[in-house]
């Protein structure tokens, strides 16, 4: 019953996360009979009006059990080249299952440069929400055929997190192998499982750094996947994928996995590509009247809030602000070059043009393009 209280909204959108050890039960090669039932359960919740987009790990896998590797390989370039090779066997068994059921599927393939760029998030998005609205099961995974380490999202709960914010989703269900997120008690986790977390803080995170299954199994990626949805006003979910029924059962509100309320309201679109979409190019020290004035007043950023600029960056890149003690609380797209900014730091508005013989903006970062970040609670 708690749970039909605190899932205040109808959820009529959803996206699904799978991962690698899901789909292949621990062995070196996918479980059809796993893939069957993760399908038939998207399928069913399909039919009931849901818009679901699937995130599905598995085509590294895939392709090592095609070419009999039965070790991960290290290099980038052997990982690419399985990928290769196993994305097109893991979306020819996912499109074999998802026809049986009366669904078209669509392979999206992305990288995290693509959401960087406001021109291709945007497409991104477009393709998204017009295969959904063609009643085609998009499947998404990140393109680990020509990502490179300065581009990877690094983990398909992240992606998951990323694309949910994408298609401003409702839920994001990311199933694993366990029943939730669990209690610790001294250095132990426990078998009890929390069933709601109403905010993550760095005590959460501390679990999930902790001993055992959950600390080696991913748990921490998932927290900060389930992070980035909650704060853009997405509901998240962390189940076990093989229990019978359990996307149904989380759609029906039932007491299933740890669920994480949402910690405001959804971020404008582009407020939401800004903090999640990009990459920061550098961090601005800021001094605490102008934490107080970004924080509590609503007020843009200028220089003369500037203490110590870090990174090189230029005119439109995304910088993060940080406190004296290196705490980051905002992130925006700045006016000015950091070489630019080494020279009007401290300074006042009008002496910026004296000072680089021009001046573009007033606004080191106006509050347009300025989000604030999530604090935790310690």
């Known amino acids: 019953m708690e749970r039909q209280r605190l899932i205040k909204k109808e959820i009529k959108s959803i996206v699904v996360k799978v991962g690698t050890a899901l789909l292949t039960g621990g062995t070196s090669c996918i479980n059809r009979r796993q893939v069957a039932a993760i399908v038939s359960q998207i399928a069913k919740v399909c039919k009931r ?21 039965n070790r991960r390989p290290h290099e980038l370039p052997e990982l690419q080249s399985c990928a290769a090779i196993g994305q097109g066997q893991l979306m020819r068994i996912y499109d074999e299952y998802f026809s049986k059921s009366g669904f078209l599927t669509a392979q999206v393939l992305l990288t995290a440069d693509d959401l960087s760029q406001r021109g291709r998030y945007l497409n991104a998005r477009n393709t998204l929400l017009t295969l959904l609205g063609r009643k085609a099961v998009p499947i998404v995974n990140e393109n680990d055929t020509v990502s490179v380490e300065e581009i990877k999202f690094g983990d398909n709960d992240k992606l998951a997190a990323m694309v949910a914010n994408l298609i401003e989703a409702d839920m994001l269900i990311l199933l694993s192998d366990v029943e939730g997120f669990y209690k ?5 986790i426990t078998g009890d499982r929390i069933e709601v977390i109403k905010k993550i803080t760095s005590f959460h995170r501390e679990i999930a750094c902790g001993p055992g299954r959950l600390g080696t199994g991913g748990m921490l990626t998932k ?3 389930a992070r980035v949805a909650t704060n853009s006003g997405i509901y998240a979910v962390i189940a076990n994928g093989r229990r019978k029924n359990v996307l149904l059962d989380i759609l029906d509100k039932k007491n299933i996995g740890t669920l994480f309320l949402p910690t405001g309201s959804k971020l404008a679109a582009r407020k939401k590509w800004i903090a999640f979409g990009i990459k920061s190019k550098g961090t601005i020290i800021v001094d ?3 934490k107080e004035a970004l924080i509590h007043k609503g007020k843009s950023f200028l220089a003369a809030g500037i203490k110590k600029i870090n990174g090189n960056f230029v005119y439109g ?5 940080a406190d ?4 980051g609380f905002a992130k925006g797209l700045v006016n000015y070059s950091s070489e630019e ?3 009007i730091k401290r300074k006042k508005t009008r002496e910026i043009e004296k000072i680089l013989g021009f001046k573009y903006y007033d606004e080191i970062i106006h509050r347009n393009n300025l989000v604030l970040l999530d604090r935790e609670d310690e």
């Open 288 to 290: 605490e009247g102008a």
């Open 223 to 225: 927290l900060d996947a």
């Open 324 to 327: 004296e003690k290196g705490n």
């Open 184 to 188: 610790k008690e001294g250095k132990n």
């Open 341 to 343: 900014l080494e020279k």
């Open 49 to 69: 009006g849901f818009k679901v987009v699937l995130v599905s790990s598995g085509a590294i896998s895939s392709g090592m059990s095609k070419l009999k590797i």
């Open 317 to 321: 890149d995304s910088v993060i602000l």
